[in-house]
């Protein structure tokens, strides 16, 4: 069923067009999604200068982040039904036009009800970009899905890197003119929205009624809740302390080297940017080796190595060469998980399942979060810092066990679904 209706037949290219449109698939995925980071990055430093003008405090700053976190992280799950009707070309447009749109807008607010408004609809803009870009590039890049996804990975990393640095400078340029950063960040994404629509996608809806395309999206995600490859990688992201880049470690990193430590703010940042990097160089790197060796060793190893780094960070005590020796290899395996895993959801969910499945990943992986964020912080408050450095690589143990059932070679993907993804 989910096969004969998903998609229609795929665009047909001459080799020099399909050369042309993966690249322009690549730069505008990535580059989207660096902005998206971007964005998000910025605003925790607006905030800041936003608040007295605009009347509002930490409770209200609160309600903002919940607001776009919660909007964005159920959406997502709606995309496996929604691709049924639309282009992920036309989705991730209209939400990267959404984004920079009401960034645009949230300029000339004056009070703090439209922020919660607009925020609401960033976060809905935000949304595609995961799992309909990284299904996109999983479709278009079969045979390199490692290096793709690990790619898409980075371009997210770089723009939160980026951020914090772009807010000071621009605000010290401005003289703290929040309404013209905004305007400034949002055009942006605007243009990157624009950009999609440019693209010629190789899925497209079937030409079929809306009530079979309707029991196909739902068929999509019964087939990926029974597929049990889909559902261990899925588990895996969380059970490994929240796996997503770097866990949960990098919310209590700052306030231990400040608080434990006695390491001044300035060296902080500098220690955690230590460990950012790391999210710039490791995807790409794992993504690699996960398209040359089978992805379920790969995986493995990335994890023991993290579970190793992570107990060795609660046991440095002192700003030394050791410490820094630490974050490096730490931000290196640490920022492992989601490039192999997301080729790995691309391997076992073939060209039918390609955005349910990536749908239902990144849901099921950002469920995890909060409660990853609540119970360490609670270890931490009752234990200390290296009691849950402790807990967390126990939790990267368990995602290894949880890999032994994984079949090792996937399936090929079915040719007769009619999406004939390059190779």
Known sequence: MVADVQAAPAVAFSPRDLARQ????????????????????????????????????????????????????????????????????????????????????????????????????????TSPQHVVGSSMLSSWFEGARGRALALHTTAGSIGTVLALPLAGVLLQ?????????????????????????????????????????????????????????????????????????????????????????????????????????????????????????????????ALLLTAVTTVWLGQQMFLDALLIANLVIYGLVAHSRQAITQAMIGDYAGDDLQDAAFSVYFTLGLISGPIWAIAMGGVMQNWGFAAATQVMAVSYIVGMLILIPLNVRPRPPRRESGVAAPV
């Open 22 to 125: 993966r690249k322009w698939v690549m730069l505008v995925t990535n580059i989207s999604h660096g902005f998206n980071h971007l964005n998000s990055g910025v605003m925790n430093l607006l905030y800041a200068v936003m608040m007295a003008p605009l009347g509002f405090g930490y409770a209200e700053l609160g309600l903002v982040n919940a607001v776009h976190g919660v909007i964005g992280q159920t959406l997502q799950v709606s995309y496996g039904f929604v691709t049924q009707f639309l282009k992920r070309s036309v989705l991730l447009g209209a939400g990267n036009m959404l984004l920079g749109a009401s960034t645009i807008v949230m300029a000339g607010v004056t009070s703090f009800a439209p922020v919660v408004v607009l925020r609401g609809l960033s976060g809905a803009g």
């Open 173 to 301: 340029l401005t003289d703290n003119n929040w309404r013209l950063i905004l305007v400034l960040v949002g055009i942006p994404s605007v243009l990157m929205g624009l950009s999609y629509f440019l693209l010629r996608d190789i899925v497209r809806p079937a030409p079929l009624d809306g009530r079979t395309r309707a029991r196909a999206g739902w068929a999509a995600y019964v087939a990926c809740f029974k597929n049990k490859n889909l559902m261990l990688v899925s588990l895996l992201m969380m059970v490994g302390a929240a796996g997503r880049e770097g866990g949960v470690t990098q919310i209590y990193l700052p306030a231990h080297f400040i608080n434990d430590l006695g390491i001044t703010v300035g060296v902080t940042a500098l220690l955690l940017t230590i460990f950012q990097v790391g999210g710039l160089v490791a995807p790409m790197a794992w993504g690699w080796l996960s398209d040359i060796f089978p992805r379920k060793a790969v995986m493995q190893i």
